[in-house]
């Protein structure tokens, strides 16, 4: 059984780069080794996405939701972080911003039967834990 090949033009390739964001996503999602990935992405000079480059774009995401008053646990669930992840995110802020999230222990609880944030958009009461 031979190694199956993946051939891609320069935009089939950024589209997969915005949807996967690194080379070893790309490579996941197709079925293929990451290095045969990098060197398709070298072969038609796209540049890498830099991982501080995709951790910055997520932590601006869960400072919105946060700033938008959704509960840290919610925000914890729909982006697959713990809730100590969301809570150092947030807290990384500027020193002298008032909204300062407020983490404790937390038990676990059925926030979600009231609705909170869904994966790929916000649905929720807006309501700050």
């Given at each position: 059984?031979?190694?199956?090949?993946?051939?891609?033009?320069?935009?089939?390739?950024?589209?997969?780069?915005?949807?996967?964001?690194?080379?070893?996503?790309?490579?996941?999602?197709?079925?293929?080794?990451?290095?045969?990935?990098?060197?398709?992405?070298?072969?038609?000079?796209?540049?890498?996405?830099?991982?501080?480059?995709?951790?910055?774009?997520?932590?601006?995401?869960?400072?919105?939701?946060?700033?938008?008053?959704?509960?840290?646990i919610d925000i914890s669930k729909n982006m697959?972080?713990?809730?100590?992840?969301?809570?150092?995110?947030?807290?990384?802020?500027?020193?002298?911003?008032?909204?300062v999230a407020q983490c404790g222990n937390i038990?676990?609880?059925?926030?979600?039967?009231?609705?909170?944030?869904?994966?790929?958009?916000?649905?929720?009461?807006?309501?700050?834990?």
């Open positions: 059984m031979g190694k199956i090949k993946v051939i891609m033009n320069k935009t089939q390739f950024i589209i997969f780069q915005e949807r996967y964001k690194n080379d070893s996503n790309i490579a996941k999602n197709l079925g293929v080794t990451r290095q045969y990935i990098h060197q398709t992405r070298k072969k038609l000079q796209i540049p890498s996405i830099k991982l501080t480059d995709v951790l910055s774009e997520r932590n601006k995401l869960i400072n919105n939701y946060f700033a938008k008053g959704f509960k840290l697959d972080l713990s809730y100590k992840s969301i809570c150092r995110i947030v807290n990384k802020r500027k020193k002298g911003n008032k909204n038990a676990k609880s059925n926030t979600d039967a009231g609705g909170g944030i869904i994966h790929a958009g916000i649905v929720g009461d807006g309501q700050r834990s």
